[in-house]
């Protein structure tokens, strides 16, 4: 049976809530908002941080670090991460996050009890590849983070909700940091492919009166 898609018209709460509700429905929605690519800057009650924190030959030799596919990845979601297999070699890509992550925390999410996750991901948008709006799993994630490492490509484009809509700035070597409760977005790709490191930044779990394993399996589709 074809899905019924359904266009939404408006650059509100509104408008992106009506939007994921009707799209856990099975519907398929276009979300067209006015003010989409004007709103670049952060809300500063909930910012998103960018800093450079790796040149672009570091880039590309991470991008020449061995990796091993993961088995599953989440719903919406058109590609799976390759995990970067860590050693002594490439302890420069982990210790560089770190540093930048601890400070920015510090300074502006003051998350207590914090570390970064054990897996650094790479993840690839092939042409077609996207990620619907989403929020990440907050039992224990506090951050989520992506670095820019190539930028020879077209769509791919990174929007947050913050209360406006934000498009994060597309530059190599970048690290974009924001609250993983904050609605994203990744469009589709349409020329080339967008590669992107992806981790995030954990803490202590939130009790869920609900099984936690549950309502995680129901967010996991296996390769």
């Not at 080339?192 to 954990?202: E, P, Q, R």
Request: with cysteine; charged share 30%; glycine share 6%.
């Amino acid at each position: 049976m074809k899905k019924q898609k359904i266009c939404i018209i408006g650059g509100s709460l509104t408008g992106l809530v009506t939007a994921i509700s009707l799209s856990k429905l099975g519907c398929d929605i276009d979300l067209i908002t006015g003010n989409i690519n004007k709103n670049l800057k952060s809300n500063s009650l909930y910012p998103f941080i960018q800093r450079r924190i790796f040149s672009e030959d570091e880039c590309n030799k991470i991008l020449q670090t061995p990796t091993v596919k993961s088995d599953f990845k989440t719903k919406g979601h058109d590609s799976y991460v390759d995990f970067i297999v860590e050693d002594d070699s490439n302890s420069w890509i982990r210790n560089r996050i770190e540093v930048e992550v601890i400070k920015i925390n510090k300074r502006v999410y003051k998350f207590k009890d914090i570390y970064l996750r054990d897996e650094i991901g790479i993840r690839t948008y092939d042409v077609g590849h996207k990620y619907d709006w989403h929020t990440d799993n907050f039992l224990h994630q506090r951050l989520t983070l992506t670095v820019q490492l190539n930028t020879d490509y077209d769509g791919g484009d990174l929007f947050l909700f913050n209360g406006d809509f934000a498009k994060p700035k597309k530059q190599i070597g970048v690290i974009t940091i924001f609250p993983s409760y904050l609605f994203h977005t990744s469009t589709p790709v349409t020329r080339g492919s967008k590669k992107i490191i992806i981790t995030h930044v954990l803490g202590p779990k939130h009790e869920w009166y609900e099984n936690e394993k549950d309502s995680l399996d129901r967010m996991r589709v296996d390769r």
